[in-house]
C-alpha cells in the first residue's frame, strides 16, 4: 500500500464524514497578562455609547494578524446578540474599528514563539465586558 494514498483516502473520509478535529495551535498558550494587554489595547479605542441601540448587542469578530501584529485580514463579523440589524452593523462597525486603530499603533506586540496561538483572533465585544476567545 502508498502511504501518501493511504493518507489522502482517510483525509478525504474525514471530510465526507465530518470526523476530523481541528488541530490546536502550536506553542505555549497566550497568558493572561498577554490577553489582556490586547484586550486593553482594543478597549481603549471602542467606544459604547450608552444611550444607542447598540449598547445592547454583543458580537464576535475575528481577524488574523502577522508575526509583526498587524492586520493582514478585514475584521469579520462571526456572531451577534441582541439588536436589530442596523445595531448590529453599528456595533461591528465600531469593534472594527477599534481593532483596526489598535493594530495601527502596533499594540499587538506579542511574543513570535507564540504566533500560532495568536495569529487568528476572535474577541467578544459585549458592553459589559470584552473578551479574547
Known amino acids: 500500500a502508498d502511504p ?14 465530518g ?20 484586550i486593553s489595547a482594543i478597549s481603549r479605542e471602542w467606544g459604547v455609547d450608552v444611550g444607542s441601540r447598540s449598547a445592547d448587542v454583543t458580537i464576535v469578530v475575528a481577524f488574523e494578524l502577522s508575526p509583526e501584529g498587524r492586520l493582514t485580514s478585514t475584521p469579520e463579523l462571526i456572531s451577534s446578540q441582541g439588536g436589530d440589524p442596523a445595531a448590529v452593523s ?17 499594540a ?4 513570535p514563539e507564540k504566533y500560532d496561538q495568536w495569529r487568528e483572533m476572535e ?10 476567545r
Not at 9 to 16: F, H, M, Q
Not at 24 to 38: C, I, R, Y
Open 4 to 17: 501518501v494514498e493511504d493518507a489522502v483516502a482517510a483525509a478525504l473520509a474525514d471530510a465526507a464524514t
Open 19 to 38: 470526523t476530523s478535529a481541528p488541530e490546536a495551535p502550536a506553542g505555549p498558550p497566550l497568558t493572561g497578562g498577554e490577553v489582556g494587554g490586547v
Open 90 to 106: 453599528a456595533a461591528f462597525r465600531s469593534a472594527r474599528t477599534a481593532i483596526i486603530a489598535a493594530s495601527r499603533q502596533g
Open 108 to 111: 499587538f506586540a506579542l511574543p
Open 123 to 132: 474577541i467578544t465585544f459585549d458592553p459589559s465586558g470584552m473578551r479574547l
